[in-house]
Protein backbone atom coordinates (compact mmCIF):
# COMPACT_ATOMS: atom_id res chain seq x y z
CA UNK A 1 0.00 0.00 0.00
CA UNK A 2 1.13 3.53 -0.63
CA UNK A 3 0.65 6.19 1.82
CA UNK A 4 0.26 9.64 1.31
CA UNK A 5 1.09 12.29 3.92
CA UNK A 6 0.66 15.91 3.91
CA UNK A 7 3.56 17.80 5.12
CA UNK A 8 1.71 21.15 5.12
CA UNK A 9 3.23 21.98 8.81
CA UNK A 10 7.15 22.13 8.20
CA UNK A 11 6.21 24.50 5.14
CA UNK A 12 4.20 26.59 7.25
CA UNK A 13 7.09 26.63 9.63
CA UNK A 14 9.62 28.55 7.36
CA UNK A 15 10.75 31.93 8.73
CA UNK A 16 10.89 33.01 4.91
CA UNK A 17 7.75 32.10 3.78
CA UNK A 18 6.07 34.66 5.69
CA UNK A 19 8.55 37.60 4.72
CA UNK A 20 7.74 41.09 2.25
CA UNK A 21 8.63 41.88 -1.06
CA UNK A 22 8.89 44.96 -2.69
CA UNK A 23 8.37 43.17 -6.22
CA UNK A 24 5.67 41.74 -7.55
CA UNK A 25 5.03 38.18 -9.36
CA UNK A 26 7.85 37.39 -12.15
CA UNK A 27 6.15 38.90 -16.04
CA UNK A 28 5.01 35.61 -18.62
CA UNK A 29 8.06 36.53 -20.54
CA UNK A 30 11.29 37.51 -20.71
CA UNK A 31 12.75 38.79 -24.14
CA UNK A 32 16.62 38.63 -24.24
CA UNK A 33 18.34 38.97 -27.38
CA UNK A 34 20.36 35.53 -27.62
CA UNK A 35 19.80 32.47 -29.90
CA UNK A 36 19.61 30.58 -26.81
CA UNK A 37 19.98 31.37 -23.21
CA UNK A 38 19.39 29.35 -19.65
CA UNK A 39 19.48 31.37 -15.93
CA UNK A 40 19.52 28.58 -13.27
CA UNK A 41 19.92 29.10 -9.37
CA UNK A 42 22.62 27.28 -8.23
CA UNK A 43 21.47 26.83 -4.73
CA UNK A 44 18.07 25.04 -6.02
CA UNK A 45 19.42 23.71 -8.80
CA UNK A 46 16.83 24.96 -10.80
CA UNK A 47 16.40 26.61 -14.23
CA UNK A 48 14.55 29.71 -13.83
CA UNK A 49 13.80 31.28 -17.52
CA UNK A 50 15.29 29.56 -20.77
CA UNK A 51 14.84 29.85 -24.48
CA UNK A 52 16.08 27.14 -26.87
CA UNK A 53 18.26 25.63 -23.96
CA UNK A 54 18.16 22.16 -25.58
CA UNK A 55 19.44 23.24 -28.88
CA UNK A 56 22.88 22.54 -30.06
CA UNK A 57 25.01 25.23 -30.61
CA UNK A 58 28.75 25.83 -31.09
CA UNK A 59 30.49 26.84 -27.85
CA UNK A 60 33.32 28.48 -28.76
CA UNK A 61 35.32 28.63 -26.24
CA UNK A 62 33.15 28.43 -23.67
CA UNK A 63 34.58 24.89 -24.18
CA UNK A 64 37.27 25.96 -21.81
CA UNK A 65 35.38 25.51 -18.86
CA UNK A 66 35.43 21.60 -19.95
CA UNK A 67 39.24 22.15 -20.70
CA UNK A 68 39.67 23.62 -17.55
CA UNK A 69 37.24 21.29 -15.62
CA UNK A 70 39.25 17.87 -16.81
CA UNK A 71 42.68 19.89 -15.66
CA UNK A 72 41.48 20.33 -11.90
CA UNK A 73 40.27 16.59 -12.09
CA UNK A 74 43.88 16.01 -12.50
CA UNK A 75 45.38 17.69 -10.42
CA UNK A 76 42.82 16.47 -7.64
CA UNK A 77 44.27 12.84 -8.71
CA UNK A 78 48.02 14.65 -8.55
CA UNK A 79 48.43 13.12 -12.42
CA UNK A 80 49.92 17.08 -12.67
CA UNK A 81 51.09 19.83 -10.24
CA UNK A 82 50.44 23.39 -10.81
CA UNK A 83 54.17 23.88 -10.52
CA UNK A 84 55.05 21.26 -13.20
CA UNK A 85 57.16 22.55 -16.08
CA UNK A 86 55.37 21.76 -19.28
CA UNK A 87 57.06 22.20 -22.95
CA UNK A 88 55.70 23.76 -25.19
CA UNK A 89 54.59 21.91 -28.88
CA UNK A 90 54.67 23.54 -32.22
CA UNK A 91 51.36 22.58 -32.26
CA UNK A 92 50.24 24.82 -29.07
CA UNK A 93 52.79 27.38 -30.60
CA UNK A 94 50.81 27.56 -33.36
CA UNK A 95 47.50 27.36 -32.34
CA UNK A 96 44.61 30.09 -34.05
CA UNK A 97 42.75 32.66 -32.35
CA UNK A 98 43.44 34.21 -29.32
CA UNK A 99 46.39 33.35 -27.45
CA UNK A 100 48.80 33.87 -24.18
CA UNK A 101 51.81 33.86 -26.14
CA UNK A 102 53.85 30.94 -24.70
CA UNK A 103 57.07 30.00 -26.74
CA UNK A 104 58.51 26.72 -27.80
CA UNK A 105 61.84 27.34 -26.46
CA UNK A 106 60.46 28.78 -22.65
CA UNK A 107 58.87 25.80 -20.27
CA UNK A 108 55.42 27.43 -18.55
CA UNK A 109 54.03 25.67 -15.74
CA UNK A 110 50.74 24.58 -15.50
CA UNK A 111 49.65 26.95 -13.32
CA UNK A 112 50.68 29.79 -15.77
CA UNK A 113 48.63 28.02 -18.52
CA UNK A 114 45.73 27.81 -16.00
CA UNK A 115 45.63 31.37 -16.11
CA UNK A 116 46.24 32.26 -19.38
CA UNK A 117 43.45 29.85 -20.89
CA UNK A 118 40.90 30.91 -18.02
CA UNK A 119 42.08 34.98 -18.11
CA UNK A 120 43.09 35.43 -21.82
CA UNK A 121 41.22 32.54 -22.96
CA UNK A 122 44.79 31.30 -24.88
CA UNK A 123 43.84 28.45 -27.32
CA UNK A 124 47.98 27.83 -26.82
CA UNK A 125 47.38 27.73 -23.51
CA UNK A 126 44.60 24.98 -23.54
CA UNK A 127 46.30 22.70 -26.68
CA UNK A 128 49.59 22.97 -23.86
CA UNK A 129 47.70 21.61 -21.16
CA UNK A 130 45.62 18.94 -22.91
CA UNK A 131 49.17 17.77 -24.18
CA UNK A 132 50.64 18.12 -20.55
CA UNK A 133 47.66 15.54 -18.77
CA UNK A 134 46.57 13.10 -21.78
CA UNK A 135 49.84 13.31 -24.09
CA UNK A 136 47.70 14.73 -27.32
CA UNK A 137 44.48 17.17 -27.52
CA UNK A 138 43.04 14.05 -29.31
CA UNK A 139 43.53 11.80 -26.14
CA UNK A 140 42.29 14.64 -23.89
CA UNK A 141 39.15 15.26 -26.21
CA UNK A 142 38.50 11.91 -25.14
CA UNK A 143 38.54 12.62 -21.40
CA UNK A 144 36.27 15.80 -21.79
CA UNK A 145 33.45 13.92 -23.05
CA UNK A 146 34.04 11.48 -20.58
CA UNK A 147 33.34 13.86 -18.16
CA UNK A 148 30.48 15.63 -19.93
CA UNK A 149 28.69 12.28 -19.99
CA UNK A 150 29.49 11.86 -16.21
CA UNK A 151 27.94 15.15 -15.58
CA UNK A 152 24.92 15.12 -17.22
CA UNK A 153 25.47 16.95 -20.33
CA UNK A 154 23.63 14.93 -22.70
CA UNK A 155 23.72 16.48 -25.87
CA UNK A 156 27.32 17.90 -25.67
CA UNK A 157 30.27 16.18 -27.97
CA UNK A 158 33.59 17.38 -27.32
CA UNK A 159 36.40 17.50 -30.44
CA UNK A 160 39.13 19.86 -29.08
CA UNK A 161 40.37 21.62 -26.10
CA UNK A 162 39.63 25.02 -27.46
CA UNK A 163 36.23 25.67 -29.38
CA UNK A 164 37.37 26.45 -32.33
CA UNK A 165 34.97 24.92 -35.28
CA UNK A 166 34.56 21.52 -35.93
CA UNK A 167 31.53 19.88 -36.76
CA UNK A 168 31.69 16.86 -34.17
CA UNK A 169 31.96 19.95 -31.62
CA UNK A 170 28.92 21.40 -30.32
CA UNK A 171 27.09 21.68 -26.83
CA UNK A 172 24.03 23.78 -25.53
CA UNK A 173 23.26 26.20 -22.87
CA UNK A 174 21.37 23.72 -20.76
CA UNK A 175 24.53 21.39 -20.54
CA UNK A 176 27.12 24.45 -20.35
CA UNK A 177 24.77 25.61 -17.55
CA UNK A 178 25.65 21.87 -15.26
CA UNK A 179 29.06 22.70 -16.59
CA UNK A 180 29.82 25.99 -15.20
CA UNK A 181 27.68 24.70 -11.79
CA UNK A 182 29.92 21.66 -11.26
CA UNK A 183 33.15 23.93 -11.45
CA UNK A 184 31.72 25.97 -8.99
CA UNK A 185 30.33 23.26 -6.68
CA UNK A 186 33.63 20.52 -7.29
CA UNK A 187 36.55 22.62 -7.45
CA UNK A 188 35.85 26.42 -5.21
CA UNK A 189 39.69 26.32 -4.60
CA UNK A 190 40.07 27.37 -8.27
CA UNK A 191 36.85 29.44 -8.91
CA UNK A 192 38.14 32.68 -7.57
CA UNK A 193 40.75 32.74 -10.96
CA UNK A 194 37.69 33.26 -13.07
CA UNK A 195 36.92 36.34 -11.17
CA UNK A 196 40.93 38.05 -12.29
CA UNK A 197 40.28 41.06 -14.62
CA UNK A 198 43.99 40.92 -16.48
CA UNK A 199 46.84 38.38 -16.36
CA UNK A 200 50.36 39.36 -17.60
CA UNK A 201 52.72 36.43 -19.29
CA UNK A 202 55.83 36.96 -21.76
CA UNK A 203 55.33 40.89 -20.46
CA UNK A 204 51.99 40.86 -22.37
CA UNK A 205 49.30 42.06 -19.89
CA UNK A 206 45.43 41.00 -21.33
CA UNK A 207 42.40 41.70 -19.70
CA UNK A 208 39.68 39.26 -18.78
CA UNK A 209 36.62 39.94 -21.43
CA UNK A 210 34.01 39.75 -19.68
CA UNK A 211 32.98 42.74 -19.57
CA UNK A 212 30.78 42.19 -16.35
CA UNK A 213 33.72 41.97 -13.89
CA UNK A 214 34.29 45.30 -14.21
CA UNK A 215 30.20 46.51 -14.37
CA UNK A 216 28.63 44.73 -11.26
CA UNK A 217 30.46 43.76 -8.02
CA UNK A 218 28.26 40.39 -7.42
CA UNK A 219 29.59 39.23 -10.57
CA UNK A 220 32.83 37.00 -10.44
CA UNK A 221 32.82 34.70 -13.40
CA UNK A 222 32.98 32.86 -15.75
CA UNK A 223 33.97 32.62 -19.21
CA UNK A 224 33.38 34.26 -22.93
CA UNK A 225 32.98 32.83 -26.58
CA UNK A 226 33.28 33.82 -29.99
CA UNK A 227 33.57 32.91 -33.28
CA UNK A 228 31.95 34.09 -36.23
CA UNK A 229 29.60 30.82 -36.17
CA UNK A 230 28.48 30.77 -32.66
CA UNK A 231 28.48 34.87 -32.17
CA UNK A 232 29.07 36.26 -29.10
CA UNK A 233 28.36 34.01 -26.11
CA UNK A 234 29.07 34.61 -22.22
CA UNK A 235 28.52 32.38 -18.87
CA UNK A 236 28.22 34.48 -15.81
CA UNK A 237 27.57 33.79 -12.49
CA UNK A 238 26.46 36.08 -9.63
CA UNK A 239 26.50 35.78 -5.59
CA UNK A 240 24.09 38.47 -3.92
CA UNK A 241 23.93 37.08 -0.06
CA UNK A 242 23.78 33.70 -0.49
CA UNK A 243 22.20 33.39 -3.24
CA UNK A 244 23.99 32.41 -6.52
CA UNK A 245 22.62 32.58 -10.07
CA UNK A 246 24.54 31.30 -13.53
CA UNK A 247 23.31 33.20 -16.62
CA UNK A 248 24.18 31.28 -20.00
CA UNK A 249 23.90 33.62 -22.83
CA UNK A 250 24.42 32.00 -26.45
CA UNK A 251 24.89 33.72 -29.91
CA UNK A 252 24.30 37.95 -29.42
CA UNK A 253 25.56 40.09 -32.01
CA UNK A 254 27.77 41.73 -30.06
CA UNK A 255 30.58 42.08 -27.02
CA UNK A 256 28.21 44.39 -25.60
CA UNK A 257 25.20 42.83 -26.08
CA UNK A 258 26.13 39.63 -24.73
CA UNK A 259 27.18 41.50 -20.99
CA UNK A 260 23.78 43.79 -21.73
CA UNK A 261 22.18 40.20 -22.22
CA UNK A 262 23.68 38.50 -19.23
CA UNK A 263 22.93 41.29 -16.79
CA UNK A 264 19.52 41.48 -17.69
CA UNK A 265 19.20 37.98 -17.06
CA UNK A 266 20.84 38.34 -13.49
CA UNK A 267 19.01 40.98 -12.66
CA UNK A 268 15.37 39.27 -13.37
CA UNK A 269 16.33 36.87 -11.36
CA UNK A 270 17.18 38.15 -8.20
CA UNK A 271 15.12 40.65 -8.69
CA UNK A 272 11.63 38.60 -9.23
CA UNK A 273 12.30 35.02 -7.07
CA UNK A 274 13.17 34.11 -4.39
CA UNK A 275 15.46 30.89 -3.23
CA UNK A 276 14.33 29.59 0.51
CA UNK A 277 15.51 26.41 2.14
CA UNK A 278 12.33 23.89 2.90
CA UNK A 279 14.41 21.44 5.18
CA UNK A 280 17.54 21.64 6.36
CA UNK A 281 19.79 18.11 5.41
CA UNK A 282 20.19 15.40 8.42
CA UNK A 283 17.37 17.20 10.19
CA UNK A 284 14.17 14.28 10.82
CA UNK A 285 11.11 15.64 8.79
CA UNK A 286 8.96 12.52 10.51
CA UNK A 287 9.34 9.49 11.70
CA UNK A 288 7.37 6.53 9.78
CA UNK A 289 6.16 2.93 10.92
CA UNK A 290 9.13 0.29 10.34
CA UNK A 291 8.18 -3.63 10.70
CA UNK A 292 10.49 -6.41 11.87
CA UNK A 293 13.48 -4.01 13.06
CA UNK A 294 15.17 -2.96 16.61
CA UNK A 295 12.65 -0.26 16.84
CA UNK A 296 9.12 0.66 15.69
CA UNK A 297 10.04 3.72 13.85
CA UNK A 298 12.33 5.38 11.43
CA UNK A 299 13.88 8.82 11.72
CA UNK A 300 13.31 10.05 7.77
CA UNK A 301 14.95 13.30 6.11
CA UNK A 302 17.23 14.27 3.30
CA UNK A 303 20.55 14.09 2.98
CA UNK A 304 21.31 17.77 2.32
CA UNK A 305 19.13 20.61 2.13
CA UNK A 306 16.16 21.43 0.23
CA UNK A 307 16.42 24.73 -1.26
CA UNK A 308 13.04 25.83 -3.93
CA UNK A 309 13.17 28.72 -6.41
CA UNK A 310 10.14 30.16 -6.67
CA UNK A 311 8.49 33.85 -7.86
CA UNK A 312 8.20 36.43 -5.25
CA UNK A 313 5.27 36.22 -3.21
CA UNK A 314 4.26 32.43 -4.20
CA UNK A 315 6.25 30.86 -1.32
CA UNK A 316 2.86 30.31 0.71
CA UNK A 317 1.39 28.23 -2.26
CA UNK A 318 3.87 25.75 -1.91
CA UNK A 319 2.50 22.86 -0.86
CA UNK A 320 4.64 19.00 0.22
CA UNK A 321 3.49 16.07 0.75
CA UNK A 322 5.36 12.71 1.45
CA UNK A 323 4.87 9.21 -0.50
CA UNK A 324 6.14 5.93 0.82
CA UNK A 325 5.43 2.54 0.53
CA UNK A 326 4.13 -0.02 3.67
CA UNK A 327 5.05 -2.29 5.17
CA UNK A 328 8.30 -0.57 5.21
CA UNK A 329 10.54 -3.67 6.28
CA UNK A 330 14.39 -3.53 8.29
CA UNK A 331 17.19 -3.97 8.32
CA UNK A 332 17.37 -0.50 6.70
CA UNK A 333 20.77 1.75 6.16
CA UNK A 334 21.53 5.31 6.77
CA UNK A 335 21.28 7.25 3.46
CA UNK A 336 18.93 4.54 2.01
CA UNK A 337 15.85 6.10 0.19
CA UNK A 338 12.75 4.77 1.41
CA UNK A 339 10.17 7.54 -0.21
CA UNK A 340 9.55 10.36 -2.06
CA UNK A 341 8.21 13.97 -0.98
CA UNK A 342 6.86 15.87 -4.29
CA UNK A 343 5.95 19.38 -4.04
CA UNK A 344 3.81 21.28 -5.87
CA UNK A 345 2.63 24.98 -6.82
CA UNK A 346 -0.90 25.76 -7.15
CA UNK A 347 -1.65 22.31 -7.76
CA UNK A 348 1.48 21.07 -9.97
CA UNK A 349 3.77 18.81 -9.04
CA UNK A 350 7.17 20.62 -9.76
CA UNK A 351 9.86 18.98 -8.17
CA UNK A 352 10.24 15.56 -6.26
CA UNK A 353 13.26 14.67 -3.46
CA UNK A 354 14.28 11.09 -2.26
CA UNK A 355 13.15 10.92 1.39
CA UNK A 356 16.17 9.17 3.28
CA UNK A 357 16.52 7.31 6.17
CA UNK A 358 18.45 8.91 8.74
CA UNK A 359 19.40 6.07 10.30
CA UNK A 360 20.67 2.37 10.47
CA UNK A 361 17.90 0.17 11.98
CA UNK A 362 18.78 -3.48 12.31
CA UNK A 363 16.61 -6.34 11.83
CA UNK A 364 14.61 -7.62 15.37
CA UNK A 365 15.78 -10.87 16.78
CA UNK A 366 13.35 -13.90 16.01
CA UNK A 367 10.63 -13.45 18.33
CA UNK A 368 9.98 -9.61 17.62
CA UNK A 369 10.33 -10.63 13.46
CA UNK A 370 8.14 -13.79 13.92
CA UNK A 371 5.39 -11.02 16.10
CA UNK A 372 5.52 -8.24 13.68
CA UNK A 373 5.03 -11.29 10.91
CA UNK A 374 1.62 -11.76 12.95
CA UNK A 375 0.31 -8.00 13.09
CA UNK A 376 1.05 -7.61 9.39
CA UNK A 377 -1.10 -11.01 8.46
CA UNK A 378 -4.19 -9.45 10.26
CA UNK A 379 -3.22 -5.81 9.83
Keep these: MRRLFPLSLCLLALPLAAQQSQFHTPPQTLSVAAKSYMLADLQSGQVLVSKNGHERVEPASLTKLMTAYV ?15 VPVSARAWRAQGSRMFIE ?56 NSTGLPNPDHYSTAYDLAL ?20 YTYNKITQANRNRLLWLDPNVDGMKTGHTEAAGYCL ?55 LWKGAQDKLRTGFGNDVYF ?29 VGTVKFTLEGKQVVEHPLVALETVSAANIFGRAWDSMRLLLN
Excluded at 71 to 85: G, S
Aim: without cysteine; hydrophobic residues 40%; positive net charge.
Design 71 to 85: VFVALYQKRVTLTQA
Design 104 to 159: PKKPVTVDELIRGMIIQSGNDAAIALAEAVSGSEETFAQAMNKEAARLGMKNTRFA
Design 179 to 198: LATAIIRDFPEYYPLYSLKE
Design 235 to 289: ITSARRGQRRLVAVVMGTASESARAMESQRLLNYGFQFYDTVRLYPGEQEVVAIP
Design 309 to 337: SLPRHQTDKLKARMEYKQPLLAPVTAGQK
